[in-house]
């Protein structure tokens, strides 16, 4: 939880790279809101960098009110803006006008650039990434509650493998699950008819057509999830959740265990083992932690602002055929 530091000012940004949430920002932002607000009226504005003046900008957290009202500016897409621009902000951080709290929210803070420098120097950090996987049961479990409903071990694991480690998403799907299922918990068929479709190709029907390494079935199943409304964070979401335990795999194989031994180590699903034998017994420990790799940069790439699905067909492409890796691809440093 956020606390209300003497700086006036807050980076909400992630430690790890790639792995922005969305939910604990707002989360986060509330806290302080909710924070200032103990204190008496607070006026609350909204800025997107990318697309305000930004001189305008600066002078909203340089100048004070008139009358002593004390604000809360959240600015959110300082990343994207060229080293001018922020350089005009990251001047205005030094004049902030006292009644002024800033909140930063940013998908990715580089810190090489003179404005998160100077945010890193002057702000109290709020870290905003995804939970750690190991951590993801406990957040369905909490979200399932707060809706007055329960959710079966085994569909609580498939909705975590079709939504990934995105609290936004999970709470977003919980929501359509609490509504369309009332008087027992949510079951994995639940999480099959609410969660995937709507439309014909499931997000996990991309998955296993990814372990089995069918580039032609992969392609055209993403293609159709794509087209009948799939978002390109949830498919990304999806394949990472495949792709987690078969690098985990692959890694004891490499090791020197059979693909068997490998997966009774893995201690998966029941649903999960054959799409993951598949995937073992297609792809080597090398692919996979690329694989894996690349998806975490187009992830990346896709929340600021890049054509997600031009990125993760590419990726579908050229991993289930073992090409060379595109150069458009971000790469992590």
């Not at 604990?24 to 609350?44: Q, T």
């Not at 002057?122 to 905003?128: E, I």
């Not at 951590?135 to 939504?163: N, P, Q, S, W």
């Not at 977003?172 to 068929?189: M, P, W």
């Amino acid at each position: 939880m956020a606390t209300t530091g003497a700086s006036g000012l807050y980076l909400l940004a992630e430690e790890r790279r790639g792995e922005f949430d969305g939910w604990r920002a707002d989360r986060a932002l509330a806290d302080i809101r909710r924070n200032l607000e103990r204190a008496g009226s607070l006026a609350v504005h909204g800025y997107h960098a990318g697309e305000c003046d930004v001189a305008a900008l600066a002078d909203a957290i340089e100048t004070p009110s008139l009358f002593g009202a004390r604000t809360l500016i959240v600015v959110r897409g300082v990343e994207s803006l060229d080293e001018r621009s922020q350089e005009r902000l990251a001047a205005a951080l030094d004049r902030r006008a006292p009644q002024v709290t800033l909140a930063i929210v940013a998908r990715g803070a580089d810190m090489r650039r003179r404005f998160f420098a100077r945010c890193r120097e002057l702000a109290t950090r709020v870290p905003v990434d995804h939970p750690r996987t190991s951590e993801m049961r406990g957040f369905a479990d909490t979200f399932a509650r707060e809706r007055d409903r329960e959710i079966r071990e085994d569909a609580r694991e498939l909705l975590l493998e079709c939504v990934g480690r995105d609290l936004l998403l999970l709470a977003s799907e919980l929501d359509k699950l609490a509504a369309a299922v009332e008087g027992r918990a949510i079951d994995v068929d639940d999480v099959r008819r609410v969660t995937a479709p709507g439309r014909e190709h499931g997000n996990f029907e991309v998955a296993d057509a990814f372990c089995a390494r069918d580039a032609a079935a992969a392609t055209r199943l993403l293609g159709c999830a794509l087209d009948e409304g799939a978002q390109p964070i949830a498919l990304i979401g999806a394949l990472a959740a495949s792709l987690r335990p078969l690098v985990a795999g692959a890694e004891l194989v490499a090791r020197g265990r059979t693909v068997e031994e490998a997966l009774r180590e893995l201690a998966l699903a029941p649903y999960q083992r054959i799409a993951c034998q598949r995937g073992l017994r297609a792809y080597r420990a090398g692919e996979l932690r690329r694989a894996y790799g690349e998806l975490a940069d187009i992830d990346l790439a896709a929340k600021s602002g890049s054509d997600g699905r031009v990125l993760l067909e590419l990726w579908m492409l050229q991993t289930c055929r073992g090409a060379a890796r595109p150069s458009t691809t971000p790469r992590r440093s």
